[in-house]
Nanobody
Framework: EVQFVESGGGMVQPGGSLRLSCAAS????????MNWFHRAPGKGPEWVSS????????IYADSVKGRFTISRDNAKNTLYLQMNSLKPEDTGLYYC????????????WGQGTQVTVSS
């Protein structure tokens, strides 16, 4: 069973930083590209960033480019998102998922991790 457990969220002031983690299980992690998605309050999930299976290629949404960095540790089956220069509009739940910009529709979402950026 494919599972994702996201963690690392919290409440920070604008300009602050957080590092999110996603522990993946139920599939061969090192064989899949991975995504981060963001669900702002009252909205559907939006794609944030993707990383290829080896970690050698990454892409970002324009809204986070230059502020967020995606990475992975295949030995630990873990995906990361380093979030710097956080803005209030970054507030919401963050989820990881398999895939490159898109996710397999049959995969179940994890519980997500809450990020709140507020002064």
């Amino acid at each position: 069973e494919v599972q994702f457990v996201e963690s690392g969220g919290g409440m920070v002031q604008p300009g602050g930083s957080l590092r999110l983690s996603c522990a993946a299980s139920g599939f061969t992690f090192s064989s899949y590209p991975m995504n981060w998605f963001h669900r702002a309050p009252g909205k559907g999930p939006e794609w944030v960033s993707s990383i290829n299976f080896s970690g050698g290629s990454t892409i970002y949404a324009d809204s986070v480019k230059g502020r967020f960095t995606i990475s992975r540790d295949n030995a630990k089956n873990t995906l990361y998102l380093q979030m710097n220069s956080l803005k209030p509009e970054d507030t919401g739940l963050y989820y990881c998922a398999r895939g490159w910009k898109l996710r397999p529709p049959g995969d179940v979402w994890g519980q997500g991790t809450q990020v709140t950026v507020s002064s």
